[in-house]
């Protein structure tokens, strides 16, 4: 078996040689809509029998002779395979593939996703599949129904195999994480909320304890993203809230150190956890990928901070002009998701962004924003 997970002690493996073949597919006529196809493509065998995964696909007009960049996209909890999603990219030039990783069909929008007859395992997490072998729980068969969309959307002809990217939502997040250790055919990765070391303090802490000491060690030590992150190679966008109730800004920190690769931050105060538009249409994802598949002009990037008493800056370099500075910051301590954040002005100068602390800041970061709008964050820091 050969995988991403070289250096790390990870106990999971994937096939890549055998998950990079283009699956078997078949149409969906009756869920397809105009410039969008529903297919299902041949996925692991669950239990000892065939899999079939659901997904819908599009493509904007390519003309003859050319070729688009393509984009993976992992859906969250609760969630499947979303029309929208995959028009949204379309519309941006690109060709798009949105799988559902539980089993089940969409309906193409945001609820109603039945189980069906080929489904592999349901979802989310598999904290109740532990017993079960490792070829069958839920985040091994949504970690290769997710690298075998990437091998199906290589092949078309009108995509270029050599652009392609993955984002991800909530556990679309988590998934994304996990993708960019294994699959290294990627130009870029995009975890929305979703991180790794959900042992410390996530939004699963009661899981665990419910599972005890033995089994949640397991648990980690499978399929904890921190496991499979230090084999990402590719630049990687972290697009998140401060207060987000799932995965915290800490574990976050530890995440995204972890990479052996370029990574940017965009750390929203009281960013909305959702699909749909929260999760799905910040501009910088567009911007990050218009920048590595497109040649666009990149997003800012923070190249140091520093600190002299209650006295912090950022330096940064930018193509695009920076027209605000901010300084987010937090007086609290304790639960991370319940910390109340503040917002004041930093002021500008030619590469670099200052403001003094306020009295009593625990936690603060600087987000710079640029002439379109669209944030880049340093790493949080504790005085």
Same mark, same amino acid.
């Given at each position: 078996?050969?995988?991403? #997970?070289?250096?790390?002690?990870?106990?999971?493996?994937?096939?890549?040689?055998?998950?990079?073949?283009?699956?078997? *597919?078949?149409?969906?006529?009756?869920?397809?809509?105009?410039?969008?196809?529903?297919?299902?493509?041949?996925?692991?065998?669950?239990?000892?029998?065939? #899999?079939?995964?659901?997904?819908?696909?599009?493509?904007?007009?390519?003309?003859?002779?050319?070729?688009?960049?393509?984009?993976?996209?992992?859906?969250?909890?609760?969630?499947?395979?979303?029309?929208?999603?995959?028009?949204?990219?379309?519309?941006?030039?690109?060709?798009?593939?949105?799988?559902?990783?539980?089993?089940?069909? $969409?309906?193409?929008?945001?609820?109603?996703?039945?189980?069906?007859?080929?489904?592999?395992?349901?979802?989310?997490?598999?904290?109740?599949?532990?017993?079960?072998?490792?070829?069958?729980?839920? #985040?091994?068969?949504?970690?290769?129904?997710?690298?075998?969309?990437?091998?199906?959307?290589?092949?078309?002809?009108?995509?270029?195999?050599?652009?392609?990217?993955?984002?991800?939502?909530?556990?679309?997040?988590?998934?994304?994480?996990?993708?960019?250790?294994?699959? $290294?055919?990627?130009?870029?990765?995009?975890?929305?909320?979703?991180?790794?070391?959900?042992?410390?303090?996530?939004?699963?802490?009661?899981?665990?304890?419910?599972?005890?000491?033995?089994?949640?060690?397991?648990?980690?030590?499978?399929?904890?993203?921190?496991?499979?992150?230090?084999?990402?190679?590719?630049?990687?966008?972290?697009?998140?809230?401060?207060?987000?109730?799932?995965?915290?800004?800490?574990?976050?920190?530890? $995440?995204?150190?972890?990479?052996? $690769?370029?990574?940017?931050?965009?750390?929203?105060?009281?960013?909305?956890?959702?699909?749909?538009?929260?999760?799905?249409?910040?501009?910088?994802?567009?911007?990050?990928?218009?920048?590595?598949?497109?040649?666009?002009?990149?997003?800012?990037? *923070?190249?140091?901070?520093?600190?002299?008493?209650?006295?912090?800056?950022?330096?940064?370099?930018?193509?695009?002009?920076?027209?605000?500075?901010?300084?987010?910051?937090?007086?609290?301590?304790?639960?991370?998701?319940?910390?109340?954040?503040?917002?004041?002005?930093?002021?500008?100068?030619?590469?670099?962004?200052?403001?003094?602390?306020?009295?009593?800041?625990?936690?603060?970061?600087?987000?710079?924003?640029?002439?379109?709008?669209?944030?880049?964050?340093?790493?949080?820091?504790?005085?």
């Amino acid at each position: 078996m050969v995988g991403g #997970t070289a250096g790390t002690g990870a106990a999971v493996r994937w096939d890549m040689e055998a998950l990079s073949v283009t699956p078997r *597919v078949w149409e969906d006529p009756n869920r397809s809509v105009e410039g969008v196809k529903a297919i299902f493509y041949e996925g692991l065998p669950w239990k000892g029998r065939p #899999t079939r995964v659901f997904a819908y696909c599009g493509l904007p007009e390519v003309p003859r002779g050319e070729k688009v960049p393509a984009m993976v996209l992992v859906h969250g909890g609760g969630g499947s395979a979303f029309i929208p999603w995959v028009k949204l990219w379309v519309e941006r030039g690109y060709a798009a593939i949105a799988m559902d990783t539980c089993g089940c069909i $969409s309906s193409g929008g945001y609820r109603d996703h039945p189980r069906h007859e080929w489904g592999g395992p349901p979802g989310w997490g598999g904290f109740d599949q532990l017993d079960w072998p490792i070829e069958d729980q839920w #985040t091994y068969h949504a970690v290769a129904d997710v690298i075998l969309a990437h091998s199906l959307i290589r092949s078309m002809p009108e995509v270029d195999a050599e652009r392609t990217g993955v984002t991800g939502i909530s556990w679309g997040g988590y998934l994304t994480c996990i993708v960019a250790g294994v699959d $290294s055919r990627f130009k870029f990765a995009v975890p929305v909320y979703g991180c790794g070391f959900l042992g410390d303090n996530s939004t699963w802490l009661g899981t665990f304890e419910n599972l005890g000491p033995e089994k949640a060690r397991l648990w980690l030590e499978q399929w904890d993203p921190s496991q499979y992150l230090g084999d990402a190679r590719m630049p990687m966008l972290w697009v998140t809230g401060t207060n987000d109730f799932a995965y915290p800004m800490d574990s976050l920190q530890k $995440s995204y150190r972890r990479p052996q $690769s370029a990574r940017t931050l965009c750390l929203r105060v009281r960013m909305a956890h959702a699909h749909g538009g929260p999760g799905e249409n910040p501009e910088e994802i567009r911007a990050m990928a218009d920048a590595i598949l497109k040649d666009g002009a990149p997003l800012a990037r *923070v190249t140091s901070t520093g600190r002299h008493g209650r006295e912090v800056w950022a330096t940064f370099v930018s193509e695009i002009p920076i027209v605000q500075g901010e300084l987010n910051y937090t007086t609290d301590t304790g639960n991370w998701q319940e910390r109340d954040w503040q917002t004041i002005p930093a002021t500008l100068e030619p590469g670099t962004a200052s403001a003094t602390l306020p009295e009593g800041t625990t936690v603060y970061y600087f987000n710079l924003i640029d002439q379109r709008d669209l944030v880049v964050s340093s790493e949080h820091e504790e005085p």
